[in-house]
């Protein structure tokens, strides 16, 4: 146990600051103790002082010698500590000091954060100093502005280690953004073991606010010095003179109305520089850029999610300008232990960082991580409530959540089923939804109409849609090999075979390569968050939203930003939708047959408070000459307002095709809101079905039926032998009886739930965390105007079942396909059994028995009966298919029981 009293630790150069999973591939996986040492000298100057040697981040749990001596320990993973090393310390030659580090492997009880899922972040992964200071120190200072009374309330600690007390003056010099100077002393008594706090008030004629578009500082300056004048001690500090605060139902930054416009920052484990082939400690060219990207986007917060983040964030965040949400790393298990780490994580947190005027909010817990009975448990929920204390307490002039989105395990409300608030003691309520558009439009629609403020204002704080990530720009980054994070060893494992199934599912087929398949998911994913942010701004009673989230982090590629904080092809698009006053077309039909009418209410989101007065209306339809515009409009408060409604009809056109309505707000010529919506035009003769053979239909409703007829089908109610084609939406005896004797049917499974009863499984699939894509084989739909994976002319036809039990099923089979994040898709069959890693389809082909069978899962029906081109379309091409005639590599066969098993042609 005493080795390194007379050795060297020499086995391998390690980079500091630098997790040793991220700089040694032989350790990347290692969790256990080890050793650093370093030599070093003392300059001559810190003769007389105090010295200490400063870790910022450490994890986990630290144990210092100097000279072979030991010195002490700390516990704990994201925050600073120190050591006092002056009586250890050699000024005429070199001094060694020996680190040894232990990092756990279970975490359930330690505040470790996102590194449970992502890469570990053992070992010294932040800065590390020694400064001098003198025996008697100051040891806080903390600033509390008061814009209402312009004043800032400054309070000091200072210390001594000296035996005897002493006198000594306390001097705070306070410099404005004007560089005017304000000063103050006061006489203080320090002796050893004890604390000494001091409040000094300051008075400012006209305080310079910080503001988000302004953001001042205010210097403050604390020097500590004895009898003879001599500075014993000095440190110094920045704040601004800013105020938060919630009431009803908004947010207030200096008094004035703030609409959050924010993403969830991932804690990359470390950092974002993880991502790259050769690590290297963020600098300050990569901070301000990363801040920089999030102004350009409109953004004007970042949460940073369950990380302590580094000071230099904050230190820029305040000179730029952008608001910060922070929130400590969380703990799985609530035990006494992991409870009693978190708070002093959390104590540390906000004495560390609460001079910051760019912080806003501290949260606490997120989504009951470690808390997972608080909606029952009333030692959870008395945790909580301590906690937020502790946190107001420690800094009054901040808001704080308590549990973002703490739903528990109520699935129902976090998947999107109902908005619902599981808060113990708060300042703002928050909710979080993963429901998806276009496929999920009209769900997510509904939701966000049902969110109501209850006194407090509140936030939309996660929602979004992940990317696909781009392996071609990944591997060039690499030299070509896949990096060892998308193979990562995260519990989850969602990204492992990424690569694989591409091309084993046949995507390539599709898109072609990684590129066009990243950049063709960005596009339809922004399409989505487009129409999520406007939904959610065209409710009064929402304060504001964070989007999941700013960068690709690991498995979870959700960003705005890439894994190498580079712009996605959607930047400058989004950047408009995110702005004060933003133009929002209902989106009531999107799919018209020539010279329907088009009919929208048109609103306005203003988060100005300025008054807009005889404002223009303009609108057109792109390549046609039709526009109107509507004048007069006043919008006199912040917030949404219906502003007016609109209508045309739309032109007859020649072939079908996308068209874009156009919206513009102006004033004196000059335009305050823009946005566009996308419609799409099809011809009338896409109504008829062109076959002339007579169909069978098998439907208990009568709906299909007349429909069909009413579209120059010929139809027949049931299943006549003699009629070799039909479309069902039941899957019975009857029906297997019909295809046992060769018949050709197009099943059109919808809603119901089954399991088994082809060999197959028709279920709902699990996307989370990520969004489903669906594609179509283009050959088999010409006339819909459409991208792969499928948008928005298909919102009201998406499935929301998936077939599964596919690994035998040939892929030229799949006529539409569906995945999730990193190509694969878990489906869910019932409480206790979930399929993992599927291959799904909406729509497939199969020998059945000694007839043929298209399976289908997209909602067709009531679509189609209420006349929509795209179901009409899609129904009627999957019907001349199966008239024409087809081949199927894949075939099931009869047994005595009609439970088939799996069988290639």
């Given at each position: 146990n005493n080795w390194h009293r007379g050795g060297r630790i020499r086995d391998r150069r390690a980079t500091v600051p630098c997790p040793w999973q991220i700089q040694f591939h032989d350790l990347r996986n290692y969790c256990g103790s080890a050793w650093y040492e370093k030599d070093f000298s003392i300059p001559d100057k810190f003769k007389g002082k105090r010295i200490v040697i400063v870790f910022e981040a450490v994890d986990y749990l630290s144990k210092l010698w100097v000279n072979g001596n030991y010195v002490g320990e700390h516990e704990g993973g994201h925050l600073p500590f120190k050591f006092d090393i002056t009586a250890l310390i050699r000024f005429e030659e070199n001094n060694t000091v020996t680190l040894n580090v232990k990092d756990f492997q279970d975490l359930a009880e330690i505040p470790a954060g996102k590194q449970i899922w992502y890469s570990r972040i053992s070992g010294i992964w932040q800065n590390v100093w020694i400064e001098a200071q003198g025996e008697s120190f100051l040891a806080d200072i903390f600033a509390l502005p008061d814009i209402d009374n312009c004043s800032a309330e400054i309070k000091v600690e200072a210390c001594s280690l000296l035996k005897e007390e002493k006198e000594y003056t306390l001097e705070l010099e306070v410099i404005s953004p004007n560089r005017e100077r304000f000063i103050q002393k006061e006489s203080?008594?320090?002796?050893?073991?004890?604390?000494?706090?001091?409040?000094?008030?300051?008075?400012?004629?006209?305080?310079?606010?910080?503001?988000?578009?302004?953001?001042?500082?205010?210097?403050?300056?604390?020097?500590?010095?004895?009898?003879?004048?001599?500075?014993?001690?000095?440190?110094?500090?920045?704040?601004?003179?800013?105020?938060?605060?919630?009431?009803?139902?908004?947010?207030?930054?200096?008094?004035?109305?703030?609409?959050?416009?924010?993403?969830?920052?991932?804690?990359?484990?470390?950092?974002?520089?993880?991502?790259?082939?050769?690590?290297?400690?963020?600098?300050?060219?990569?901070?301000?850029?990363?801040?920089?990207?999030?102004?350009?986007?409109?953004?004007?917060?970042?949460?940073?999610?369950?990380?302590?983040?580094?000071?230099?964030?904050?230190?820029?965040?305040?000179?730029?300008?952008?608001?910060?949400?922070?929130?400590?790393?969380?703990?799985?298990?609530f035990t006494k232990e992991s409870t009693q780490r978190f708070k002093e994580t959390l104590k540390e947190m906000v004495i560390r960082d609460r001079n910051h005027p760019s912080l806003i909010i501290w949260g606490i817990f997120n989504e009951s991580w470690g808390i997972s009975e608080v909606n029952t448990s009333k030692a959870q929920q008395e945790f909580v409530e301590k906690m937020y204390d502790l946190a107001k307490e420690l800094d009054p002039s901040r808001l704080i959540l308590d549990n973002s989105s703490g739903y528990g395990h109520d699935c129902g409300a976090f998947l999107g089923m109902y908005p619902t608030y599981h808060h113990v003691k708060t300042d703002i309520n928050d909710l979080h939804v993963y429901i998806t558009a276009p496929d999920h439009y009209l769900q997510f629609k509904d939701w966000v109409a049902k969110i109501k403020a209850r006194?407090?204002?509140?936030?939309?704080?996660?929602?979004?849609?992940?990317?696909?990530?781009?392996?071609?720009?990944?591997?060039?980054?690499?030299?070509?090999?896949?990096?060892?994070?998308?193979?990562?060893?995260?519990?989850?494992?969602?990204?492992?075979?990424?690569?694989?199934?591409?091309?084993?599912?046949?995507?390539?087929?599709?898109?072609?390569?990684?590129?066009?398949?990243?950049?063709?998911?960005?596009?339809?994913?922004?399409?989505?968050?487009?129409?999520?942010?406007?939904?959610?701004?065209?409710?009064?009673?929402?304060?504001?939203?964070?989007?999941?989230?700013?960068?690709?982090?690991?498995?979870?590629?959700?960003?705005?930003?890439?894994?190498?904080?580079?712009?996605?092809?959607?930047?400058?698009?989004?950047?408009?939708?995110?702005?004060?006053?933003?133009?929002?077309?209902?989106?009531?039909?999107?799919?018209l047959y020539s010279e329907?009418?088009?009919?929208?209410?048109?609103?306005?989101?203003?988060?100005?408070?300025?008054?807009?007065?005889?404002?223009?209306?303009?609108?057109?339809?792109?390549?046609?000459?039709?526009?109107?515009?509507?004048?007069?409009?006043?919008?006199?408060?912040?917030?949404?307002?219906?502003?007016?409604?609109?209508?045309?009809?739309?032109?007859?056109?020649?072939?079908?095709?996308?068209?874009?309505?156009?919206?513009?707000?102006?004033?004196?010529?000059?335009?305050?809101?823009?946005?566009?919506?996308?419609?799409?035009?099809?011809?009338?003769?896409?109504?008829?079905?062109?076959?002339?053979?007579?169909?069978?239909?098998?439907?208990?409703?009568?709906?299909?039926?007349?429909?069909?007829?009413?579209?120059?089908?010929?139809?027949?109610?049931?299943?006549?032998?003699?009629?070799?084609?039909?479309?069902?939406?039941?899957?019975?005896?009857?029906?297997?009886?019909?295809?046992?004797?060769?018949?050709?049917?197009?099943?059109?499974?919808?809603?119901?739930?089954?399991?088994?009863?082809?060999?197959?499984?028709?279920?709902?699939?699990?996307?989370?965390?990520?969004?489903?894509?669906?594609?179509?084989?283009?050959?088999?739909?010409?006339?819909?105007?459409?991208?792969?994976?499928?948008?928005?002319?298909?919102?009201?036809?998406?499935?929301?079942?998936?077939l599964a039990n596919l690994g035998r099923i040939e892929p030229a089979d799949i006529l539409s396909g569906c995945y999730g994040q990193f190509v694969k898709v878990d489906i869910q069959i019932d409480k206790e059994k979930i399929l993992k890693d599927e291959l799904a389809a909406a729509i497939t082909k199969l020998n059945y028995g000694g007839g043929k069978v298209i399976i289908s899962t997209f909602k067709l029906t009531e679509p189609y009966n209420s006349n929509d081109p795209v179901a009409t379309i899609m129904l009627h091409n999957l019907i001349e298919y199966l008239v024409r005639g087809f081949d199927c590599q894949t075939s099931i066969p009869f047994n005595s029981s009609f439970r088939p098993s799996f069988v290639r042609k």
């Open positions: 203080v008594s320090l002796s050893s073991g004890t604390v000494t706090k001091k409040s000094f008030l300051f008075r400012f004629e006209n305080p310079c606010l910080w503001d988000l578009d302004s953001p001042k500082l205010y210097e403050v300056l604390a020097r500590l010095t004895d009898k003879k004048g001599r500075v014993v001690d000095s440190a110094s500090t920045d704040f601004g003179m800013r105020k938060v605060e919630a009431k009803e139902n908004y947010i207030y930054l200096n008094n004035r109305p703030l609409y959050i416009i924010g993403v969830t920052d991932q804690p990359d484990t470390p950092d974002k520089n993880v991502y790259r082939s050769e690590y290297s400690f963020p600098s300050d060219e990569d901070i301000k850029r990363e801040i920089k990207l999030a102004k350009e986007l409109g953004l004007n917060l970042l949460r940073k999610h369950v990380k302590c983040e580094n000071p230099r964030y904050f230190h820029w965040a305040d000179r730029l300008g952008i608001l910060i949400w922070e929130e400590p790393p969380f703990f799985e298990k006194k407090k204002p509140v936030l939309l704080t996660e929602f979004g849609l992940q990317d696909p990530p781009n392996l071609d720009k990944i591997k060039k980054f690499h030299s070509g090999e896949t990096p060892w994070w998308i193979n990562s060893h995260s519990p989850l494992k969602r990204m492992e075979g990424y690569e694989s199934r591409f091309y084993r599912w046949g995507l390539d087929k599709i898109y072609g390569d990684f590129t066009y398949f990243h950049q063709s998911h960005a596009w339809h994913n922004f399409e989505g968050l487009k129409c999520e942010i406007e939904e959610v701004r065209k409710n009064p009673d929402v304060s504001g939203y964070c989007i999941t989230s700013f960068c690709d982090a690991f498995f979870e590629p959700f960003g705005l930003l890439d894994y190498f904080r580079d712009e996605k092809v959607f930047h400058e698009d989004l950047a408009k939708v995110q702005v004060p006053d933003l133009l929002i077309t209902e989106r009531s039909k999107l799919n329907e009418i088009f009919q929208a209410s048109i609103y306005l989101s203003h988060l100005r408070e300025t008054v807009l007065k005889d404002c223009t209306l303009r609108w057109s339809l792109a390549g046609f000459d039709i526009s109107g515009k509507v004048e007069g409009i006043e919008i006199k408060k912040i917030g949404p307002a219906e502003i007016a409604q609109i209508e045309f009809k739309v032109p007859r056109v020649k072939t079908n095709k996308a068209v874009r309505v156009k919206l513009s707000l102006e004033k004196d010529g000059k335009v305050l809101a823009e946005n566009y919506l996308d419609i799409y035009l099809f011809t009338e003769s896409e109504k008829r079905l062109i076959t002339e053979e007579e169909i069978n239909v098998h439907a208990p409703e009568k709906g299909l039926l007349e429909t069909l007829r009413q579209n120059g089908a010929r139809v027949s109610e049931g299943l006549k032998a003699k009629i070799p084609f039909a479309v069902s939406t039941l899957l019975d005896e009857q029906l297997k009886d019909y295809l046992s004797k060769g018949g050709r049917v197009l099943l059109l499974q919808e809603d119901t739930l089954v399991d088994d009863e082809m060999g197959l499984t028709v279920a709902e699939p699990i996307f989370f965390p990520g969004n489903p894509f669906y594609y179509l084989k283009r050959s088999l739909f010409p006339g819909i105007p459409f991208d792969n994976p499928l948008g928005w002319p298909f919102y009201r036809v998406s499935p929301h079942r998936v």
